[in-house]
């Protein structure tokens, strides 16, 4: 089984900053991007950021200048700097990876979401 393990949430003040880790592990045989959505109350689940295996990066229109994904493809882990938090950007926080596993020889793609982080912004 595939997981992944996010930490770094928390309450901050407005124009804070706060950095998210995300790691996976379990049977992977690649990974081929990570990331982080989030959600806030009421609302549909949206992309913050996106990172591919060769460093190519994705953002949401209102996190760009503020926010940086990066990636250590060694660990397997993701990381989302947030600066010049706003209260908008108050959400559970869910890091998400595009994954190959390997099983009997086939090698197949999966799509794996962590359980969530709060990241709360006060004003």
């Known amino acids: 089984q595939v997981q992944l393990v996010e930490s770094g949430g928390g309450l901050v003040q407005a124009g804070g900053s706060l950095r998210l880790s995300c790691a996976a592990s379990?049977?992977?045989?690649?990974?081929?991007?990570m990331g982080w959505y989030r959600q806030a109350p009421g609302k549909q689940r949206d992309l913050v950021a996106t990172?591919?295996?060769?460093?190519?990066?994705d953002y949401s229109d209102s996190v760009k200048g503020r926010f940086t994904v990066s990636g250590d493809n060694a660990k397997k882990t993701v990381y989302l700097q947030m600066n010049s938090l706003k209260s908008e950007d108050t959400a559970v926080y869910y890091c998400?990876?595009?994954?190959?596993?390997?099983?009997?020889?086939?090698?197949?793609?999966?799509?794996?979401w962590g359980q969530g982080t709060q990241v709360t912004v006060s004003s």
């Open positions: 379990g049977s992977i045989f690649q990974v081929n991007a």
């Open positions: 998400n990876a595009v994954i190959l596993t390997r099983v009997a020889g086939l090698v197949g793609e999966s799509v794996v």
């Open positions: 990172i591919s295996s060769d460093d190519i990066t």
